[in-house]
C-alpha cells in the first residue's frame, strides 16, 4: 500500500466517505472479494462493495449507507489480495473516524496562482491551486490537474500537497523551465473530495514574461503611511503595495498579522 484516503487515523471525515487505497502495482480484480476487503466497526463487518478505479492500483471502498456518526472504523485487505502478476499483497489494517454529518456539495476551486488572465509570469513560476475543502489525493494526478502550453501540449510536472493545508492546496511543479512570453493553461477536472464528489471544473490562463523571477518582491507603500504613525482612526484599512505581483495562495495569519502592541 503506498497511500490511502482518508489517512490513516483521519478523525472528522464525512459519513459518505469514500475509501481509496493505492498500491504499488495494479490488482487481480478476481481477488477483490468480500473476504479480502473488510469494513468493520468494531468487530461488526459493515456491508460494503469494493472496486478497482481504472488502470488497477486504486481499491475503493463505498459502505452501502452512511456510517454512524462519531464513530472509529477500520478496514482489512487481505489475505488474498494479489497482484495482477499473481504475487500476494501484503495485509494492510487502516482506520478513520466519522463526524457527524454528510457531504454532498461539490468542491470548488476558491485561488489559483497565477490568476487567471495574469501576465509577465517569470518562466521559473510555481503554481498553487486551492480548494473550498479538503481534497482526496489520490485523484489529483497530472491529469486531472494538466498544465499545458500553448499549442495544448502536456507539461511534466510535480504535484505536492503543502504542510498544514489539510491538502486543500495543491503545489504544481514544472519539471522544465515555461517557454517565454508564450500563454500557459491549468485545467482543474477530476478532483474528488473524501466523500466522492468532483470538483467543478476550471480553466485559467496566464502568460510568461521573457524569463525568471529571481527577485524577491518588496513593499514600497503602505497605509498608513508612516511606521508608528499616531492619530490613526479606528476604521483604518490597514494596506500594503509591492513592487510586483504575489502569490494570493502565500498570504494568511501566518504571515500577516495585525496586533496590538500594548
Given amino acids: 500500500v503506498n497511500r490511502t484516503s482518508p489517512a490513516n487515523g483521519v478523525t472528522n471525515v464525512p459519513q459518505n466517505v469514500v475509501l481509496d487505497v493505492m498500491y504499488n502495482t495494479p490488482l487481480d480484480p478476481a481477488t477483490v472479494t468480500p473476504q479480502t476487503v473488510r469494513l468493520l466497526q468494531g468487530a461488526t463487518e459493515v456491508a460494503s462493495t469494493a472496486t478497482l478505479l481504472p488502470g488497477g492500483n486504486v481499491l475503493r471502498v463505498m459502505s452501502a449507507s452512511p456510517l454512524r456518526g462519531a464513530t472509529t472504523f477500520t478496514y482489512e485487505l487481505g489475505p488474498g489480495l494479489q497482484a495482477s502478476t499473481g504475487q500476494t499483497a501484503l495485509f494492510f489494517r487502516g482506520g478513520f473516524s466519522t463526524g457527524n454529518t454528510t457531504d454532498s456539495t461539490a468542491p470548488t476551486v476558491v485561488a489559483s496562482s497565477p490568476p487567471d488572465g495574469f501576465t509577465g509570469v517569470g518562466t521559473n513560476v510555481s503554481i498553487r491551486v486551492r480548494f473550498s475543502e479538503s481534497v482526496n489525493p489520490l485523484t489529483v494526478t497530472t491529469t486531472s490537474l494538466l498544465l499545458s502550453d500553448a499549442q495544448g501540449q502536456a507539461i511534466p510536472t510535480t504535484l505536492s500537497f503543502p504542510n498544514n493545508t489539510n491538502n486543500q492546496e495543491v503545489i504544481v511543479t514544472p519539471q522544465i523551465p515555461l517557454a517565454g512570453t508564450m500563454q500557459h493553461t491549468i485545467a ?61 495562495t502565500s498570504v494568511g495569519p501566518s504571515n500577516v498579522r495585525l496586533q496590538d502592541n500594548n
Fill in 188 to 248: 482543474v477536472t477530476g478532483v474528488e473530495d473524501l466523500a466522492g464528489n468532483v470538483v467543478l471544473p476550471l480553466t485559467t490562463r496566464f502568460t510568461t514574461g521573457s524569463g525568471p523571477d529571481v527577485s524577491a518582491p518588496q513593499v514600497v507603500r503602505t497605509n498608513p503611511p508612516v511606521s508608528g504613525a499616531t492619530n490613526v482612526p479606528v476604521t483604518v484599512a490597514v494596506q500594503a503595495e509591492l513592487n510586483e505581483p504575489f502569490d494570493v
